[in-house]
Nanobody, 120 residues
């Protein structure tokens, strides 16, 4: 399974942005998918995940209420809608996937990342 993230860019604080992750090389319809992010000088951190049916989602406290994860299994694509963006949301966002869910979540597959920069 290969994951390709896209849609990052430069926005201003308070703006919205949607990033996407397309999966190829397999049907990820039964996988857990989600996003991590890594800001300069910091460790990669969990952002959100969604189970294959879309009925179960988890968010980090830092994005809860502002970000929404969704998926389109017919397109093998997961989306991250980011609203009310803050400068501290600036990071490279990585798409990830796994066959099973775990705590903490440890994905087996990673995308290449897409840069999101929020200016103040």
């Amino acid at each position: 399974v290969q994951l390709q993230a896209s849609g990052g860019g430069l926005v201003q604080a308070g703006d919205s942005l949607r990033i996407s992750c397309a999966a190829t090389g397999g049907n990820v319809g039964n996988y857990v998918m989600g996003w991590f992010r890594q800001a300069p000088g910091l460790e990669r951190e969990f952002v959100t995940l969604i189970r294959w049916s879309g009925s179960l989602t988890y968010y980090s406290d830092s994005v809860k209420g502002r970000f929404t994860v969704s998926r389109d299994n017919a397109k093998n694509t997961v989306y991250l809608q980011m609203n009310s963006l803050k400068p501290e949301d600036t990071a490279v966002y990585y798409c990830a996937a796994s066959r099973v869910i775990s705590t903490p979540w440890k994905p087996n597959y990673w995308g290449q990342g897409t840069q999101v920069t929020v200016s103040s």
